[in-house]
């Protein structure tokens, strides 16, 4: 990273604070996924989000239990509170 970056760095929510207004990649609980623009952001990792993509990823099986093909859901949120203790990662979206 750049030394001028590194100087406002003191914990690891600081590397969140960069983000703000920036697209991001949320990885959640439950096999879902977000990316979207943040807006905000608390010490609990509540997070406020526009232009939201979700996905949630699931793996159905037939009567007998084999697995089916995986099968990924999408939709569209023009704003979304993301509640903290689902939250398992954050970075900055692929582009």
């Known amino acids: 990273m750049d030394e001028a970056v590194n100087a406002g760095i003191s914990e690891p929510l600081d590397l969140v604070k960069l983000a703000l207004g920036e697209r991001v990649f949320v990885k959640l609980r439950g096999d879902r996924t977000l990316t979207g623009v943040l807006h905000a952001y608390d010490a609990h990792m509540n997070l406020v989000v526009s232009q939201v993509e979700e996905s ?14 995986p099968r990924v859901d999408r939709r569209n949120v023009d704003m979304l509170f993301v509640r903290g203790d689902g939250v398992i990662l954050i970075s900055p979206a692929q582009q």
């Open 56 to 69: 949630i990823h699931s793996v159905d099986v037939t009567d007998d239990g084999q697995p089916l093909p």
